[in-house]
């Protein structure tokens, strides 16, 4: 480190200024920080597309949803919210729509009163343990939450590493898949024109991956999952739908670590994956075979948008050599 000849004097100043710089320089962390969010509900629409391959099965869906643009239209799914283990987590909502909402983190938060029409209200919540959670609007019935009105939300390890939880399996790349289903003419056109849904009555027609249809979610680089062999992509997965979803992946098996928070003591190997209303899991799917594959889920109607193949739920899962 030194020069063999030099004096000691200028050993001696040389480490105290390393140890000077050792003070001034704050060291990585694992200790819990802040993280604030804005949340603002209002109304907003989905919009499926046509076919690439027959060109019809285009429409759109009248919707509310989350939003962290200050006046700006609903987002179906809301924003992705994340957090370290033990965060003081503070998120602050904000009502632009005419009828009352709230907010909810499954398995985190207890408040489920309403904000009023213009009204705002700040929920405070310490990070729970590291894994994907499912925030929601709880009010009237499950119409809010079918209308648009819920997302997911990430707690990371404290230590920030690339892995499902401290010290559990590590992973290379990460997605986020919120998956639900919308009843269009009989919930969102009668909700969104201020009527009564028949609740009894639930037929959905459309199937959503992250708010979008199957030939959308395909060409989304942050729905697919990539990468080269030899990677591992860590999937987190939310239900915000009233149905059960069975989502199949190609080219491997996976491994299930982790349902509706429990951590699994024996990892299993599947390739079908089945999560209920507001349910989650957390996978990890290894990328050991080259090629373009295809995830979509395992009910055939559920692979439609109102009857047309592939626009409900599907992902893509590209690998490199």
Request: charged content about 15%.
């Amino acid at each position: 480190m030194f020069p063999p000849n030099a004096p000691t004097i200028d050993r001696t100043l040389f480490v105290r200024f390393v140890l000077l710089l050792l003070l001034l320089v704050p060291p990585l962390s694992s200790e819990a920080a802040s993280k604030n969010y804005s949340l603002y509900i209002a109304t907003g629409s989905v919009t499926i597309t046509a076919s690439p391959v027959t060109g019809n099965g285009a429409a759109t869906i009248p919707s509310w949803g989350y939003t962290d643009v200050a006046g700006g239209p609903g987002k179906v799914p809301g924003p992705i919210l994340t957090a370290r283990e033990g965060d003081a987590v503070s998120v602050t909502v904000v009502n632009n729509d005419s009828r009352s909402h709230n907010f909810v983190v499954k398995r985190v938060t207890t408040d489920t009163s309403a904000i009023p029409a213009g009204g705002t209200k700040t929920y405070t919540f310490t990070a729970p343990a590291a894994g994907a959670y499912v925030y929601y609007d709880s009010l009237a019935g499950n119409v809010n939450r079918e209308m648009g009105l819920y997302g997911i939300f990430i707690v990371e390890p404290a230590d920030g590493s690339l892995s499902a939880w401290a010290g559990g399996p590590a992973y290379t790349s990460a997605v986020s898949w919120v998956v639900s289903e919308m009843d269009k003419p009989r919930w969102n056109d009668v909700a969104s024109s201020g009527g009564t849904v028949n609740t009894s009555v639930y037929k959905p027609n459309y199937f959503l991956m992250n708010g979008m249809n199957g030939f959308q979610a395909m060409g989304d680089a942050n729905t697919s999952i990539m990468g080269r062999v030899g990677d591992v992509a860590l999937v987190r997965l939310v239900n915000a739908g009233q149905y059960s979803h069975s989502l199949h992946f190609h080219g491997n098996h996976y491994r299930l670590i982790d349902e509706d928070g429990v951590r699994l003591a024996s990892f299993k190997e599947l390739d079908i994956v089945n999560v209920p209303p507001l349910g989650t899991v957390m996978v990890l799917f290894e990328l050991n075979q080259p090629g373009v594959y295809p995830m979509h889920i395992h009910t055939a109607q559920m692979e439609t948008g109102n009857g047309v193949y592939l626009n409900g739920v599907a992902a893509m899962i590209a690998i490199e050599p």
